[in-house]
C-alpha cells in the first residue's frame, strides 16, 4: 500500500501500526543490529511510484525501515514523503542480475541498486526476519 507519510497525523499512525507493527524499541534496534538501510538508488517501480518520482529531477532515492510486522520502503518527491507499505506475510523480494534487488507486494514493487556489501546483509536481515515472523504467526 503506497501512503503519504508527511504529515504527523494520528489515522496514518494507526494504519501503519495495524499493518506493519509498531516501531522497534531502541533495545529492539540494537538487538537487530539496526532497523534502517543505507540511501538505496531506485532502478524501477511501478507506474503509481514513478509518476510520483518523476515530479522532480532530484536523484531517486529510498530507503528501508523495519518495522515489528513488515517493513516500509520510504521515498521522496517534491516535498512530500511516501512510504510504501509492505507487511511480511505480503512481502516477495526478488535478487535480480546486475545487483539489483526487487521487493513486491500485490501490484506494486521497487526495484533498487544494491552496490554496497550492507545492503546484501540488510536484505537478507529482513528475509530473516520474515521468517521469523511467518513461523511465529503460522502463516507458513
Known amino acids: 500500500m503506497l501512503k503519504n507519510l508527511s504529515y504527523n497525523c494520528k489515522k496514518t499512525k494507526d494504519l501503519l501500526i ?7 524499541t531502541l533495545f529492539e534496534r540494537l538487538k ?3 532497523n534502517g538501510s543505507d540511501k ?14 518523476k515530479l522532480d529531477n532530484n536523484i531517486n532515492q529510498c530507503n528501508i525501515e523495519i518495522r ?4 516500509i520502503v520510504r521515498f521522496r518527491a517534491l516535498l512530500e514523503t511516501y512510504g510504501l507499505v509492505i507487511p511480511f506475510y505480503k ?3 526478488y535478487k535480480g542480475e546486475k545487483k539489483i534487488y526487487s521487493i513486491y507486494i500485490d501490484n506494486q514493487y521497487i526495484k533498487f541498486l544494491a552496490d554496497k ?3 546484501h546483509s540488510f536484505i537478507k536481515k529482513i ?10 504467526t503460522g502463516f507458513y
Do not use: C, F, Q
Request: charged share 25%.
Open 18 to 24: 495495524d499493518r506493519v507493527g509498531k516501531p522497534l
Open 32 to 34: 537487530i543490529g539496526g
Open 40 to 53: 538505496l538508488i531506485i532502478t524501477d517501480a511501478s507506474n503509481d511510484i514513478v509518476e510520483l518520482l
Open 68 to 71: 515489528s510486522n513488515g517493513i
Open 91 to 93: 512481502m516477495v523480494i
Open 117 to 119: 556489501k550492507s545492503i
Open 127 to 136: 528475509n530473516r526476519l520474515k521468517s521469523e515472523y511467518l513461523n511465529k
